[in-house]
Structures are given as C-alpha cells and as structure tokens.
C-alpha cells in the first residue's frame, strides 16, 4: 500500500466495522512505554503528522535532553475517531518501584491527563486499583508499544524480557517494539536482542523532531506501515470473543499479584538486613 492508502485504512479504521462488531471496546489505547527520553513524546508528534498530513506541529511536548525527563503526566492524544495515542511517563531505571507503575498505567488504571507519581507499597497499588473505579476506562481496547532509542545498548536483557512477559500477561499482546534513533550503530544488535526475546512486530524508525521534520517518504511509510500493522493486529485480535469487563478483572490480579510478590520480597531482604529493592 502507498502512504494515501495508508494513510486512508488508519484514519477509516473503527471497532465498529470489525467482522463481529465491537465486542464492547469504543477506543484503541496505544500505550506508549520504554524509558525516559527514547523518544515515546517524539513519535507522537511524528504519528499526529503522518495521519493528520498538515503542518509539523508539537503536540507532546518533548525533552530538551535524553537525560532529562519530561513527560510526568499520562497525557492522551487522539489520532483518529477511534484510535488514541497515550504518552505514559518514562522510568529513568526500570527498577520494581518504576515497573509496578509501568504496569499499572498499562493496565490503564491510571486516570488519563494526571500526574504520574512512583509508587512503592502494595498499598499504593491497592489504592490505584480502587480509585480506578471512579474512570470510565472500561470500553478501551489496550495496545502496548514499546519506543527503545537504538543508541542504548540493551544491557538488562533479563529484566526487558520480563517487562515485555508482563506487558503481554496485563493487556493480552505481546508489544510492538518501534526502534527510534535507527541511524545509531547499535541498531543491528539492539534488534537481534529483541527478536531473541520474541518480539514479533519491530520498527525501526528516525523520528520526526521540531528541528528536523522535512518530509520524506522514508519516514512517513515506515511511520504508517508501523501504525497499520498495529490495527492490522486488532482487527486480528477482534475475531476472538471478548468480555471486556473480565478482562479488566483478570488485569487487575495480575497487577496485586505482582505488588504482593513485590512486597515479600521487600520483607525478605529487611529480615536478611539486606537494603530492601523498591
Ligand atoms: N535523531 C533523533 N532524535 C530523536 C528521535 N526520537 C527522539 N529524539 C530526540 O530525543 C529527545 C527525547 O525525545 P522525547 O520524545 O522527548 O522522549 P520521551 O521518551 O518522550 O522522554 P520523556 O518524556 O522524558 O519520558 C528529544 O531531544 C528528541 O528530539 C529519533 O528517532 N531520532
Ligand atoms: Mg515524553
């Protein structure tokens, strides 16, 4: 397909139209995740120029620096009707403390447009679960993509393959990985990393930026091939039955699981007298 087709398949795309109908979703969520500064805040800005085909414009606003974190609220963008982008805030670390709230924005139980704070306890979780009931989030169909800079060498491989098993335990798909910075040497390795970690969908990508968005076709096929391939997946995953409700429920357990395994072992290592992992 050309990017006019495109283009044309993911501003049309809606749950409606799926072959057995909408199974109770009104909305895509693309809920964007990684690490602070890799570029989560930059794709959006480049996905709203591709769709929209308008001036550049800057709608999340982006960091000055990789190293300085910008986004701290869960901020929605609507690409479509039908589909919404979510700039969920980057973790400097990825330690537990960080990666409970990973999960409980990817679970969607964090409100929309509200400061993200790191949390520690399984009370904290408990209550981010409970407030979650005053959101009407329950009709959104979760998609997890994961924006990796291409210049960081992967080096935790173990907890990335634990991060993307857990993203696809809460939201029931393995995530797409996008490769921002694909200029960078690294890139060859970084992907092969992936791959051996079974990520299926992967993009490599430079982004549009402020400073540099000259179209080029390049950048903008691959920027909607990457966008169709994803509803390309929800279409698929829309074939199944749903119940949308259960599975808000059965993402709920994961998440007070995960905290009270946390907890334990935080419990553990005091009574060791080792200093507890958050
Ligand atoms: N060359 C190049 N620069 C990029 C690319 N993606 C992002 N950048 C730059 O990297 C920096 C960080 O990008 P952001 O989009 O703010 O990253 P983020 O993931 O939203 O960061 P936080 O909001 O801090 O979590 C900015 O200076 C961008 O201009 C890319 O694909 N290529
Ligand atoms: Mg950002």
């Known amino acids: 397909m050309d990017s006019v087709n495109m283009r044309g398949y993911i501003k049309n795309f809606s749950l409606d139209n799926c072959l057995y109908g909408n199974r109770g979703y009104n909305r895509v969520l693309l809920q964007l995740f990684g690490y602070a500064g890799h570029g989560k805040s930059c794709f959006i800005n480049s996905c709203k120029y591709v769709v929209d085909d308008g001036p550049y414009k800057v709608y999340a606003k982006v960091a000055e620096a990789e190293n300085a974190p910008k986004t701290m609220i869960r901020n929605a963008y609507k ?24 999960y409980a924005q990817l679970g969607n139980f964090l409100p929309l447009n509200c400061k993200v704070n790191w949390q520690t306890g399984f009370k904290d979780m408990m209550e981010t679960l409970l407030n979650s009931e005053r959101q009407d989030q329950l009709s959104d169909l979760i998609v997890p ?3 990796y800079s291409a210049k960081c060498l992967l080096e935790n491989e173990i907890q990335m393959k634990e991060i993307l098993t857990e ?16 200029l960078s040497a690294h890139l060859s390795s970084i992907k ?5 970690m079974g990520v299926k969908n992967m993009f490599s990508l430079e982004n549009y930026t402020e400073e540099d ?20 997946d929800v279409e698929f995953r829309m074939l199944e039955e749903r119940d949308a ?17 946390r907890e334990l072992e935080k419990q553990q290592e005091k009574k060791k007298g080792v200093c507890p992992i958050l």
């Open 192 to 196: 092969e990393k992936f791959r051996q």
């Open 145 to 147: 993509v994961l924006i």
């Open 245 to 261: 409700i259960g599975e808000r429920i059965d993402r709920k357990r994961i998440l007070l699981e995960f905290a009270h395994k």
């Open 213 to 232: 968005h000259m179209k080029t076709r390049g950048k903008h096929e691959t920027l909607l091939r990457c966008l169709q391939d994803i509803i390309k």
């Open 79 to 102: 690409l479509t009707d039908t589909i919404t982008l979510v700039d969920n805030r980057g973790c400097v670390i990825m330690d537990k403390k960080e990666t409970g709230e990973i």
């Open 167 to 182: 993203a696809k335990k809460i939201t029931g798909l393995f995530p797409t990985v996008v490769l921002t910075h694909e």
